[in-house]
């Protein structure tokens, strides 16, 4: 599937290979309906997932749905800014779990490191139909999980006000 990130419009691939002609990053081309908004594939199990995301005010950098085909399939979202932008993790459900990485932000630099969250689920069954039951459902509780959540400023702002209380405590 093919969406825009900022007015979530879908394209076709045939719209989206036009689009993709005018832009410098293959894997994401300007939006021909809202001008300001950059359109990238999404696996269509994920993809409302990752919109509930974005719109929560989360960046993700990559996702990928889990695919029948792979001996061992995983379903993944990457977020885009450190490790102080992303969601609380604390409440995956079942079966997800989250790991940071740590990277040179600039090659340049290695000193230079950031951190990036990766939140994952390993599709363990071993038939296509149960890797594609087990794949759904998995995604459907992750979609779930993303409801649930507050928006990024919400977050924020209750991170900032325990803060506080903890400052407050320590004296």
């Not at 929560?56 to 885009?80: A, D, R």
């Not at 390993?122 to 509780?141: F, L, Q, V, W």
Request: aromatic share 10%; with cysteine; hydrophobic share 35%.
């Amino acid at each position: 599937m093919y969406v825009c990130l900022r007015c979530e419009k879908q394209l076709d691939l045939y719209t989206f290979i036009e689009c993709a002609k005018h832009s410098i990053n293959m894997d994401e081309s300007p939006c021909p309906y809202c001008k300001q908004g950059s359109v990238v594939e999404l696996d269509d199990v994920i993809a409302p997932t990752v919109m509930e995301l974005r719109r929560k005010g989360y960046e993700t950098m990559f996702s990928c749905g889990g695919h029948w085909y792979e001996e061992m399939p995983i379903i993944q979202i990457v977020f885009l800014f450190g490790c102080d932008e992303v969601p609380d993790v604390t409440d995956l459900p079942d079966g997800f779990f989250s790991i940071i990485i740590h990277y040179p932000f600039k090659e340049e630099d290695p000193k230079d490191v950031t951190e990036q969250l990766e939140i994952l689920c390993e599709i363990k069954a071993g038939t296509i139909p149960d890797k594609m039951t087990e794949i759904n459902s998995r995604c459907i509780s992750l979609l779930k999980w993303a409801e649930r959540l507050p928006t990024f400023e919400q977050a924020s702002y209750l991170k900032e006000l325990q803060d506080g209380l903890n400052d407050k405590q320590a004296l």
